[in-house]
T-cell receptor, first 116, second 116 residues
Framework: EAQVTQNPRYLITVTGKKLTVTCSQNMNHEYMSWYRQDPGLGLRQIYYSMNVEVTDKGDVPEGYKVSRKEKRNFPLILESPSPNQTSLYFC???????????????FGQGTRLTVV | GENVEQHPSTLSVQEGDSAVIKCTYSDSASNYFPWYKQELGKGPQLIIDIRSNVGEKKDQRIAVTLNKTAKHFSLHITETQPEDSAVYFC???????????????FGKGTHLIIQP
């Protein structure tokens, strides 16, 4: 089954304790990205990756890191989490469609993170 | 960059009635407009999309219309059913955007409630 898998689904952590949220897709997609979803603010992009070893900042990158060492995996790293990073996080991937042509984004099930 | 406004934030309709959600965008170069449905506890899922070379697209009870001159697009759901209850997001993609694995800017979402 084609899917984007995030882990964990739920996480409660303390301020300053480094954590990683994993994301894996089995569709051989080149494009992957991370979003956070907050009430009243919708989906905001954190980081994206056009391909292996190619990553760039989205709209709200502060406090986050990513890596793309393999095509299928795109982990989100919070080096020193703070309470304002409490949110619902989504990983997404999209198939390649040519130069600057956008198509469907496939989303994972989400990771609900609470930082206390 | 692109800015997408979505209205209303909450919409309650009687089962069987129609629902309309409206979005406006700012970048006249935007050329791809998808709509995503997010059910409780799940990630957003594409339900319909439209590209700038057409004005309307239908898929059973769902339709999307696009007015490029006015820079707005709408989602129409006819004969609403309880399973239509969800949060709906519009999005727009512009070649001028800063990037993005999927190049999408999302609206803030509409919580659609179908009253039995």
């Amino acid at each position: 089954e084609a899917q984007v898998t995030q882990n964990p689904r739920y996480l409660i952590t303390v301020t300053g304790k480094k954590l990683t949220v994993t994301c894996s897709q089995n569709m051989n997609h080149e494009y992957m990205s991370w979003y956070r979803q907050d009430p009243g603010l919708g989906l905001r992009q954190i980081y994206y990756s056009m391909n292996v070893e190619v990553t760039d900042k989205g709209d709200v990158p502060e406090g986050y890191k990513v890596s793309r060492k393999e095509k299928r995996n795109f982990p989100l790293i919070l080096e020193s989490p703070s309470p304002n990073q409490t949110s619902l996080y989504f990983c997404a991937s999209s198939p390649p469609t040519g130069v600057r042509k956008v198509t469907e984004a496939f989303f994972g099930q989400g990771t609900r993170l609470t930082v206390v | 960059g692109e800015n997408v406004e979505q209205h209303p934030s909450t919409l309650s309709v009687q089962e069987g009635d129609s629902a309309v959600i409206k979005c406006t965008y700012s970048d006249s170069a935007s050329n791809y407009f998808p709509w995503y449905k997010q059910e409780l506890g799940k990630g957003p899922q594409l339900i319909i999309d439209i590209r700038s070379n057409v004005g309307e697209k239908k898929d059973q009870r769902i339709a999307v219309t696009l007015n490029k001159t006015a820079k707005h697009f709408s989602l129409h759901i006819t004969e609403t059913q309880p399973e239509d209850s969800a949060v709906y997001f519009c999005a727009a993609s512009s070649p001028n955007s800063g990037g993005g694995a999927d190049g999408l800017t999302f609206g803030k979402g509409t919580h659609l409630i179908i009253q039995p």
